[in-house]
C-alpha cells in the first residue's frame, strides 16, 4: 500500500475518474466507487471527496458522511499487513478475550494500532462467520481459525510485526 | 480418483488449502489421475478440513486432516487414523432432515450441471409454469417466515409487493450475516450459490421484480468470491438475463459488498446503505414492500429464506410445511458454535429442545467443563440457562421463554464465563455499531457501559437503574440493534445473578 505522500493530486485526480467512470450504470454507487477507491490506494484520499461529490451530484457533507458511517472505510493507509481479531461471542466463549488481550500486549498496540515500523495494524472484527472454529483472525482477507497464542505469534512474526 | 476438499472459509481456516495442495502433489508423485473437488462443507466443523473420497459405495470421510495425513490416503485408505466411514452415515448427517441444504458441501459449488443434476432448477422450472399469484400462494402455504430473525410470514411480503403498482420492483437479498454465532448463509453461498439465485429469481417472478441484489458483508471474502462468480455463470448459461431459461422472463442481479456496519443488517438500513447513503435505519412505516429500494416496491429477505424458496417448489408446499412444530414449519439450519465439542450446521425440523441440542447434537463443551449458558439468536439474543433446556426450538416458543431464535445461531459457554462481562459486551457493542438515529440505542448503549461498571464496582443502587435503561431502550428504540440489546443484558443479570452479586461482595 502507498504512503499518502507518495500520491501527487493529479494520481488520486485520474484514478478516482477512472472509478467513477467504471461505476457510471449503477444504481447506488457510491459504495462501491468507496470500495474501488480504497482497494486502490489502500484508504481514500481526501482530496477525491469532492470529485466524487461532483459526479453524482450530491454534497460533499454527504460523501464524507457515509465515509465516515463505515467501519472499512479509512482516511489513512493501514499498517503493510492487517489483522482483525474476532471480537464476537462465540469467540468469546473459545478464549478470543485472552488471545486479543494479549496480541496486543505483545505489540504495545491498542485497537486500530499499527506497529512502529509499519508492518501490522490490528483491528477488532464483530464476527467471520467461523463461530465453530473459534477464535478467529483473518489477515489480509484469509481467513484463520482456532487461533491459540503460538498461531498468532506465527502470524505476527510472518507479518512482520 | 475422485477427491473432494471443502473451499468453504471454515475448512480452510482450519488448513484445507494446504492439504488440497498436498492432495495434487501426491497424486500426481504416483500418477493418479485425480480429479479435485472444492465442495462447500458439509457443516461438520469439528471434522474440518474433512476430506472425502468417491467409492461405488458411496464417499468415504477422513478428517481433521493435516497435510502429513493425505499421503495415507493414497497408500492405504482403509487403515487411516482418520477414516471416518460413510459420510452420509455419520450421525451428524444422518440425523438431519437436510431440505434448504441438501446439497451443501455435496456438489462442486459452481457447476451448473452438477447443480442441476442434485434437483437445482426443478423448483424454478415448476414456477416458471406458474402464475404470480399461484407462486405466492406456494410460499404463503409453505408457512415459510424469515430467516433472517423478525419469522415474518415470506408469502405475506411477498404479497404485499406483488399488489403494489410500481414501474420497478426490486428482490434484495440480506446477506449482511452479522450475528455472532452464525455462518449459515455463508455456508450457503460458498457451498450453493446457485440455490440462492435461483430463490431470487422465483421471488422476481413472484412479485414482477426484474432485478435482485445480494448485500453481502465485507467479512465474507470467500463468499463475496463464489457468489460474484455463480452469477457470472448463471448468466452466461442464461438462467440470468433477459429470458430466463428461455422463459422470457427477465431477471438479473448484482452482489454488492457491506462496509463493515452491524446495523447494515437491518432492513431498512440495508436499503439506504445499498442507495449509496450512511446505514441509518429508516422508520417503519412506509414498508421496504411499498417503498424500498430506491422508493420503490421491494422483497427483502434473509439468504435462508430465500434458498430455501427451490426446495419449496420442488417438493410442493405441503412436504415443507409438514415438517415442524406450532407455527414454525418446516426446517431450521441451526448453527452450534462456542465452546461445543461438535460444532457446525445442523439442518432439522422445528421442534427439537435447546438441551437436546447442546447436549445430544453438540456433545457440551469442547472444555468438558458444564454448561453454564447458552445464547440463542445472536449478539441481541438471550442466555438461557440449563434450566431452560426443555424449550422447544421454535419462534414463538423461545419469544415465550423471554428469547429469540434470531437466525439460529446457538453459542454455548461454559462454566467460566462471566455473565456480568458479557452483559457489558452487549452495550459495548450496541455503542460501537449504533447507527445513531434514535437516542434510546445511541445514548442509552453508552450509558449501559457505564452502569455496568458501575454494578461491577459493587454498586447496589445501580441495577435498578439497569433495568429502567432497559426497559427505555426496548420501548424507545427504532430498530432491534437498541431494542434487543436488552434481552442479553436482562437475561444474564437474571438468570445469573451471582455473577453479579459476587463482584458485588468482593468489592464490599
Redesign the interface.
Known sequence: MQKPNHLTPEEVRCRTEEVLAAHAG???????I??ALQSGFGFIPQEAVPQIAEA?NIGRA?VH??IT?????RDAPAGRHVVKICR???????GANALADATLAKLGLQWHGTTANGAVTVEP??????????P?A?VD??????VDSARMDALLAEAGA | MRVYVPGD??A???GADAVAQAVQEAAAARGVDLTLIRNGTRGM??L?PLVEIETPEGRIGFGPLDAADVAGLFDNPANHPKALGLVEALPWMAQQTRLTFARCGVIDPLSLEDYAAHGGLSGLRRALAMDAAAIVAEVTQSGLRGRGGAGFPTGIKWETVRGAVADRKYIVCNAD???????A??MMMEGDPFTLIEGMIIAGLAVGATKGFVYLR?????AIKVMGRAVEIARANGLLGASVLGSRRDFDM?I???????VCGEETSLLN????????VRAKPPLPALEG??GKPTVVNNVISLATVPVIFERGAAFYRDFGLGRSRGTIPL??????KR??LFETAFGLSLGEIVDNIAGGT?TGRPVKAV?VGG?LGAYFPRAKFDTPFGYEEFDGQGGLIGHA?V????ET?DMLG?AR?AFE?CA??S?GKCTPCRIGAVRGVETMDRIARGDADAIPLLTDLCETMKDGSLCALGGFTPYPVMSALTHFPDDFATTRKAAE
Open positions: 449503477l444504481e447506488g454507487p457510491l459504495l462501491p468507496l470500495q453524482l454527504e458522511g457515509v458511517f463505515y467501519h472499512d472505510f464476537a461471542e462465540a469467540c468469546q466463549a473459545q472484527v464483530y464476527c467471520l462467520g467461523l463461530c465453530a472454529c473459534g478467529a483473518m482477507g484469509q481467513v484463520v481459525g482456532r | 472459509a471454515a480452510r481456516a482450519l466443523i469439528w474440518e450475516e452479522g450475528d455472532s454465532g452464525t455462518f448463509d455463508r465485507s467479512e465474507y471474502p470467500d448484482e454488492r459488498v457491506g462496509a463493515g456496519a452491524y446503505s445499498l442507495e449509496g447513503k450512511r446505514g441509518v429500494f430506491m448453527q452450534i458454535a462456542g465452546n461445543v460444532g457446525g469442547l445464547q449478539p445461531g453459542v454455548v459457554f461454559d464465563a458479557m459486551f457493542f460501537v455499531e447507527c
